[in-house]
């Protein structure tokens, strides 16, 4: 599976977007995770650590507390998988533009070559 899939994969669920949600204000730990969250502390956990295998959260420990952030390395891949298509988009925008600036400007395009 490639770092872009693993990372949509990840997205696909609304808990995990939520806990993303949750993480950009800060560093959280699991117990403060599942108190905003309907679902069970091992839920929790297994959310995190898919997370976390698609580089989206990263952990440290503080003594016994494991606190969880934001880990941008995931979102730089998916950002850049956007961007192919974007990219794709803005060429097929300048190309266009590109056709319609050579049609005259007294004569709308749609009527280029109309002969009637």
Same mark, same amino acid.
């Given at each position: 599976?490639?770092?872009?899939?693993?990372?949509?994969?990840?997205?696909?669920?609304?808990?995990? $977007?939520?806990?993303?949600?949750?993480?950009?204000?800060?560093?959280?730990?699991? $117990?403060?995770?599942?108190?905003?969250?309907?679902?069970?502390?091992?839920?929790?956990?297994?959310?995190?650590?898919?997370?976390?295998?698609?580089?989206?959260?990263?952990?440290?420990?503080?003594?016994?507390?494991?606190?969880?952030?934001? /880990? $941008?390395?995931?979102?730089?891949?998916?950002?850049?998988?956007?961007?192919?298509?974007?990219?794709?988009?803005? /060429?097929?925008?300048?190309?266009?533009?590109?056709?319609?600036?050579?049609?005259?400007?007294?004569?709308?395009?749609?009527?280029?070559?109309?002969? $009637?």
């Amino acid at each position: 599976m490639t770092d872009a899939a693993r990372v949509l994969e990840a997205l696909g669920d609304s808990s995990r $977007r939520r806990l993303l949600d949750l993480l950009r204000g800060g560093e959280r730990t699991v $117990r403060e995770l599942t108190e905003a969250l309907p679902v069970s502390q091992s839920a929790v956990s297994q959310h995190l650590r898919v997370l976390r295998e698609a580089d989206l959260v990263a952990v440290r420990a503080e003594g016994t507390r494991r606190l969880y952030r934001i /880990d $941008r390395t995931g979102f730089g891949c998916l950002r850049a998988y956007v961007d192919q298509f974007w990219d794709d988009v803005l /060429d097929a925008f300048t190309a266009y533009a590109s056709d319609e600036s050579d049609q005259p400007a007294d004569q709308p395009a749609d009527q280029q070559g109309d002969l $009637r």
